[in-house]
């Protein structure tokens, strides 16, 4: 089954179906029609063995959805029959003098039709360069390649943001040449093979297909006399030592990117970027939660009980908090603008978790006073869960 067959013949028409048809529908007509002209049932029928071939190479196409679908593109582009070439050379009406078979080969399967790479891969090949009265365009030096680090920071630097040197040994464009590769007194030169173009094109038929000139890498230019210290890549490895600004508010995990900063192109070409990883080291005091910063205060009971004024650390110094009388332990205070600094200026709060501490031990006098205290304080408010021990008492 050739690459002509499938713009030439009409598959749905063999099996008696509309191009809409659904796999099921497409079985069911196969299996009909193949059991109608099987040779088996027609001995020395030479019409229904062309019958049963015929239904069999349309259904080996539209029973797989792959080949199916490379089927109706391929019938879509080009018409049936479009190309089709008469016993003269000439083209039919509304085609072109030329046979598929110049254009595909006549390489049969899905795979040698497409390279693999199904039919947009082929025509994206056929157009590239000189396809449709397009000039060829060189590919140019190729990118460099991206770069990627780690960098820790301590909590508060995260937070308010910091510029900090950061020293990298990695590949970096070579100062004797400058990157072009070539020995200092000369330059590179159009290569030989493309004329400078960076592709090749060959033609075939009709179309013309291009790809990169395998003899520069579709640079478009050589080097006759390489640089003795990079040997004709432009780069080397070296230490460099860079000033990498980390913005307020930067989180652990984030990845900032530095255009242009990572290994540079080869001889000459467009450098990658650097890409820096932050890992924020925790801090003994505080923690975040978004742009909200976090700290947990111990008071005693009698505080949270009576109430008092607490005086509490910031990033940036110390804020006073009121706790109010028979504050509960867990109860957050929120002291508003000391968290972090978002991009629009404004920060975050500071969120104060307050802990009621329970002694472990106690004097004597503080004991006395405290059965006191409890002698004269109405019992917690726990009826509903003294029914149901009762239930089972």
């Given at each position: 089954m050739s690459s002509k067959d499938w713009i030439e013949k009409d598959y749905y028409a063999a099996l008696g179906v509309e191009k809409s048809a659904s796999s099921d529908e497409i079985k069911k007509s196969y299996r009909k029609l193949a059991r109608e002209s099987h040779p088996d049932h027609n001995p020395g029928d030479p019409k229904a063995e062309e019958r049963f071939k015929a239904v069999s190479e349309a259904y080996a196409v539209l029973g797989d959805e792959k080949k199916r679908r490379e089927y109706d593109e391929m019938r879509s582009l080009f018409g049936s029959g479009a190309f089709r070439r008469n016993a003269r050379g000439a083209g039919q009406p509304g085609g072109m003098p030329f046979d598929v078979s110049d254009l595909f080969g006549g390489a049969g399967g899905s795979e040698a039709r497409f390279g693999g790479g199904g039919l947009g891969d082929l025509f994206s090949s056929i157009f590239t360069g000189g396809g449709a009265g397009g000039a060829a365009r060189p590919r140019g030096p190729?990118?460099?390649?991206?770069?990627?680090?780690?960098v820790a920071l301590d909590f508060p630097d995260a937070v308010r943001g910091v510029t900090l040197p950061l020293t990298l040994r990695a590949p970096g464009v070579c100062e004797t040449c400058h990157g072009n590769g070539a020995k200092p007194g000369t330059q590179p030169v159009a290569c030989p093979v493309c004329h400078g173009a960076g592709v090749t094109t060959r033609n075939q038929g009709s179309f013309s297909f291009s790809e990169p000139c395998r003899n520069c890498q579709g640079v478009g230019t050589v080097v006759e006399e390489k640089c003795p210290e990079c040997h004709g890549t432009g780069g080397v490895t070296k230490t460099r030592t860079l000033n990498v600004r980390f913005p307020a508010g930067v989180a652990d995990g984030q990845r900032i990117r530095l255009a242009g900063r990572g290994e540079p192109g080869e001889r000459g070409g467009p450098a990658g970027d650097l890409f820096v990883h932050v890992k924020v080291r925790p801090d003994e005091l505080?923690?975040?939660?978004?742009?909200?910063?976090?700290?947990?205060?111990?008071?005693?009971?009698?505080?949270a009980v009576l109430g008092t004024d607490l005086r509490v650390p910031t990033l940036d110094g110390t804020v006073t908090l009121r706790v109010p009388p028979g504050t509960p332990s867990g109860r957050v205070l929120r002291a508003r603008g000391k968290g972090v600094v978002r991009r629009d200026g404004r920060s975050g709060d500071l969120l104060v978790t307050l802990d009621v501490v329970v002694p472990a031990t106690l004097s004597d006098e503080a004991r006395a006073a405290l059965e006191t205290f409890a002698a004269q304080t109405p019992p917690a408010a726990r009826e509903h869960l003294d029914a149901r021990v009762r239930r089972f008492s």
């Open positions: 190729a990118r460099g390649r991206d770069v990627e680090t780690e505080f923690g975040r939660t978004g742009d909200d910063l976090t700290l947990t205060v111990p008071i005693t009971f009698a505080e």
